[in-house]
Nanobody, 127 residues
Framework: QVQLVESGGGLVQTGGSLQLSCAAS????????MGWFRRGPGKDRELVVA????????HYAPSVKGRFTVSRDNAKNTLFLQMNNLKPEDTAVYYC????????????????????WGLGTQVTVSS
């Protein structure tokens, strides 16, 4: 049963932009706190950004703050990640993740707290 499907990855030059999408079949989507994570070559998985169920709260990794913007459309069951001014160090497989949350404002930064994961989408930034 497919629950999260990422799309929008690709190859882009330094300074370019990409928008990732995560289509969710979890219901109701508005009950799920969401996160974007990534795993670069030879690196551990790391948080990119977490967003609360309502979208009112977000938590960005320092390395992407000011360049990436997360959003969600609860009516369309979709999570987005707009990535601007991409750098080679952003090269990674990007995953979206979901967890049931009883708080409209809580952002969860611990990847182990998420129990639903997509298969990921590759983002490659050339120098």
């Amino acid at each position: 049963q497919v629950q999260l499907v990422e799309s929008g990855g690709g190859l882009v030059q330094t300074g370019g932009s990409l928008q990732l999408s995560c289509a969710a079949s979890v219901r109701p989507f508005s009950n799920y706190g969401m996160g974007w994570f990534r795993r670069g070559p030879g690196k551990d998985r790391e948080l990119v950004v977490a967003i609360s169920t309502s979208g009112i709260s977000t938590h960005y990794a320092p390395s992407v703050k000011g360049r990436f913007t997360v959003s969600r459309d609860n009516a369309k069951n979709t999570l987005f990640l707009q990535m601007n001014n991409l750098k080679p160090e952003d090269t990674a497989v990007y995953y979206c993740a979901a967890r049931i949350s009883g708080s409209y404002a809580h952002t969860e930064i611990d990847p182990d707290a998420y129990n639903i994961w997509g298969l990921g989408t590759q983002v490659t930034v050339s120098s």
